[in-house]
């Protein structure tokens, strides 16, 4: 059956509120929509541990930078409630702009320290973006629990921090990457991508394998780890906007591979901007 | 009776729930202690329209600027549940720093526009500190209504603007200044005073009434009454940081007194900087 679609913050309330009032777990899956297997695993997830599950769909301009997809960014509602009514969803909330964004909004949520390298880096003012609509969606929904894409890391690191630092009635999950059988990251941001750059594109997935295959071997040095997997990324005509080996917990660049590290990286593939990334060692 | 005093989170989340999942409704009296008539009439007015009250009691160090009074702001916690106690308070939250502002902490939320003129110029980031503080104890204690009083103006149309924009799930009321015989509005900084100061400050009140009369005797122009007002306060021996007549919903100046109009003013009496405000014209 498809899910009940809701549009307004009214609506939604008030079709939330007696599950609430009769101590119902409430389950939210946020999404700008082009739902794939990754959305529909959180949506699983949301379902096996909720009593309902609502996913949020909705294309947040204010996490678009002014040179990026906004405009191009794909909209298929009829599609995403279709693959929906497939894991019993009850709720979508679609909320028009004019709901979300009210006139004279001027209210932003800026998380500092882990919001600053790597995306934060490339993309000035995404996070800010991505804060603030987290932060107004787990208001309009009051969920118990939300879950969140692992393939999105430093948008998670992000809103655990904001959850925790403002108090937020939330426990956030974090749930495994979703890959195509050949590696590569399910994103809604794949559909840009030409035949050719679609192959190209398992590159992403191949440095990440090279760089645990590099840690297995005994490689400990971050840059050159890195620059292993540059070369590999190059090879293939992408260019990276970063290739790097963090902290897990605080993004800090590591230099040498002697504690947990993450491997993440944004590629360019035709224009088309891809992200990645892989817990090179847990601990 | 005193009223039940909670220190952390956890545990007045855990005393609140039996009430909530009741379907009480939970006021909540924001305050920095000190608590005088002021404070006391939003409790009653909180203890008048829900079926318990929670008052908050912390003097927030990130609203303070670095060369203001957060050192010497009066602390007076056994006196404030003495008060509290004569109007039935059920609930206080009085959380320690460190409960607060955990390690690490790095989310703030910005407000633009109404926060940037009168208070916003003369207190850089005291809004900053306002809003991230009030949203966390709102996340926090999860009221129904939370009361704040017009006294501190541009706080509560901050508040306002951040509830409406962040899709809080509050009722915001903001209740009447309540002024000592003498009109000086209650302050937990009028402490502060000498005798002799004590006696000077009551030209806050004097130069609003000053204006009240000026409007209704015909007069139309802000910066004639605003002259006025300012040569009532400079003859006390006053300092002024700003005497301003502004539409009372964007806190833009007004020019001509055509439409509604607050008179707000901030002044030092000895270093003690005092605040005030009235509605000089209501449509």
Redesign the interface.
């Known amino acids: 059956m498809l899910p009940r679609v809701l549009t307004t913050?009214t609506e939604i309330?008030a079709a939330l509120l007696p599950f609430r009032?009769a101590?119902k777990r409430i389950g939210l899956v946020p999404t700008m929509g082009a739902l794939h297997e990754g959305h529909l695993s959180l949506v699983r997830a949301s379902k096996a541990e909720c009593d309902l599950t609502v996913v949020w769909i909705y294309v947040n301009p204010s996490q678009f930078g002014p040179h990026e997809d906004l405009a191009n960014y794909p909209r298929t509602l009829q599609a995403d409630l279709e693959k929906l009514a497939t894991c019993d969803t009850e709720f979508v909330m679609a909320p028009s702009e004019a709901e979300v964004y009210?006139p004279?909004?001027?209210?932003?949520?800026?998380?500092?320290?882990?919001?600053e390298p790597l995306e934060g880096r490339c993309r000035p003012g995404h996070f800010r973006g991505v804060?603030?609509i987290v932060?107004?969606?787990l208001?309009?929904i009051?969920p118990d629990i939300a879950y969140f894409g692992q393939k999105d890391y430093q948008q998670a690191a992000v809103i655990r921090?904001?959850v925790?630092?403002?108090?937020?009635?939330v426990e956030i999950r974090v749930c495994p990457i979703i890959r195509e059988p050949d590696g590569l990251a399910m994103s809604s941001r794949n559909v840009y991508l030409s035949a050719d750059a679609r192959q190209r594109a398992t590159v992403l997935w191949h440095s990440l394998e090279l760089a645990r295959q590099l840690v297995a071997g005994g490689e400990r040095d971050a840059a050159a780890i890195a620059q292993e997997m540059t070369q590999r990324i190059l090879a293939v005509g992408a260019t990276i906007d970063y290739v790097a080996l963090v902290d897990p917990d605080s993004l800090a660049a590591v230099t040498q591979i002697t504690g947990p590290t993450l491997a993440v990286l944004a590629v360019k593939i035709d224009g088309t901007r891809l992200i990645d990334n892989t817990i090179l060692k847990r601990s």
Do not use: F, Y
Not at 104 to 115: D, K, N, P
Not at 164 to 169: E, I, M, T
């Open positions: 913050v309330r009032r101590g009210r004279g909004h001027a209210t932003w949520v800026e998380v500092s320290a882990i919001a804060a603030t932060l107004k969606l208001n309009m009051q921090r904001m925790a630092d403002l108090d937020v009635p």
